[in-house]
């Protein structure tokens, strides 16, 4: 259970997306985003973009439960709640991830090559492109290995048959795509 909750809070705090510009706001030029970066981010929403696996059955099922999860409205424990988290990045390549009560989550380390940025976490290495407009931050990154990873181990299967309705994760299945975005506003 563990793995898969890594699975799903890699989802909530390492991207940060909008869907639309705001009216009138321009985008910062990729050469000044290490510095319109720097401050706290708070966490709005989480879109899956695009989402398929090599058995469509399952990619429906899953593709709910992962939309539920990033939405806040998927019960897996009193004291989790997605929606609370907001992360702040520091001018020295840190990303603090914080709670809604202000306590620190966990802490990520990140750079910036013109638009694209590196995340070293727990879970791994993440490169999403990403881009400023206003307030709303923008990152675009596709999760299909590190997914289709966490999906093959046995503990996660196991957790996954055990939720109600219950998605039983075939041997030779594979995540062909998935693209996740999130909202986030500056603080």
Not at 11 to 14: E, K, L
Not at 38 to 41: I, L, N, Q
């Given at each position: 259970?563990?793995?898969l909750l890594y699975l799903l809070l890699a989802?909530?705090?390492?991207l940060v997306s909008?869907?639309?510009d705001e009216k009138g706001k321009t985008e910062v030029d990729s050469n000044e985003l290490s510095t319109a970066i720097?401050?706290?981010?708070v966490y709005e929403k989480t879109d899956i973009k695009e989402f398929t696996t090599n058995y469509p059955a399952l990619t429906t099922s899953l593709r709910t439960l992962l939309s539920t999860f990033l939405s806040?409205?998927?019960n897996i424990g009193e004291d989790f709640e997605i929606a609370s988290y907001s992360t702040t990045y520091t001018a020295d390549g840190d990303a603090i991830h914080k709670d809604k009560d202000g306590n620190t989550t966990s802490t990520d380390t990140y750079s910036l090559d013109?638009?694209?940025m590196t995340i070293t976490s727990a879970l791994g290495t993440q490169t999403p492109t990403i881009s400023i407009t206003g307030t709303k931050l923008t990152m675009n990154l596709d999760f299909k290995d590190l997914a289709?990873?966490?999906l093959s181990d046995s503990q996660v299967r196991a957790?996954?048959?055990m939720i109600p309705g219950g998605i039983n994760i075939p041997n030779d299945f594979q995540i062909t795509k998935l693209e996740v975005a999130q909202t986030s506003n500056k603080q």
């Open positions: 259970m563990k793995k989802f909530s705090f390492v909008c869907d639309k720097v401050g706290t981010w806040g409205t998927l013109g638009n694209v289709t990873s966490m957790a996954l048959s």
